[in-house]
């Protein structure tokens, strides 16, 4: 659950990676919708590829991360 909170984080990626050779997808993402902010197509294309490993990297890992919140949540 961190690791999708600092992935979705834009203040801290745009405050220590300003170059243009560094850049994480969420930054890269907004760059590419502020370039092509008239093509719709080309925009959901970028979203759609941004995406797909997200959902296929949680549905190969979904038992781990669901055995690991319901871990936190029980009262022994």
């Known amino acids: 659950m961190k690791s999708i909170t ?10 220590y990676m300003s170059g243009e050779g560094l850049r994480t ?3 890269a993402l907004q760059a590419f919708a502020s370039i092509n902010s008239k ?19 949680f549905l190969f890992l979904q038992k781990y991360i ?3 919140i319901t871990a936190g ?4």
Request: hydrophobic share 55%; with cysteine.
């Open 6 to 15: 600092i992935y979705n984080d834009m203040f801290v990626q745009f405050l």
């Open 25 to 27: 997808v969420t930054t």
């Open 39 to 57: 093509c719709e197509n080309v925009m959901s294309a970028g979203i759609v590829l941004v995406i797909i490993p997200t959902l296929f990297l």
């Open 66 to 68: 669901l055995s690991g």
């Open 73 to 76: 949540a029980v009262k022994e």
